[in-house]
């Protein structure tokens, strides 16, 4: 069995930074790509940023040049670092990875708080 296992989150003040980790565990035989995602109440799921295996990445219009993914191949690791948060940031986190002979799945979520 596959699982990811976010970690990372928690409460912040408006203009600081968190940085999130989420690692792919279990029969794993390649990690296509990665990406978080984050869902605030009474909203829908909406993309922060993806990562493919070789490193390119994307990322929503509302983070860019504030947030930054990551990857680590050989610790099947993704990472988000959050910088200038603010409360409009606050939501669950999620990520998902997309896993050769598995397919998508996704991590139970992580709760990020930006309030004074």
């Known amino acids: 069995q596959v699982q990811l296992v976010e970690s990372g989150g928690g409460l912040v003040q408006p203009g600081g930074s968190l940085r999130l980790s989420c690692t792919a565990s279990g029969r794993i035989f390649s990690v296509n790509v990665m990406g978080w995602y984050r869902q605030a109440p009474g909203k829908q799921r909406d993309l922060v940023a993806t990562i493919t295996r070789g490193g390119s990445t994307s990322y929503a219009d509302s983070v860019k040049g504030r947030f930054t993914i990551s990857r680590d191949n050989a610790k099947n690791t993704v990472y988000l670092q959050m910088n200038s948060l603010s409360p409009e940031d606050t939501a669950v986190y999620y990520c998902?990875?997309?896993?050769?002979?598995?397919?998508?799945?996704w991590g139970q979520g992580t709760q990020v708080t930006v309030s004074s």
């Open positions: 998902n990875a997309d896993l050769l002979w598995v397919g998508l799945v």
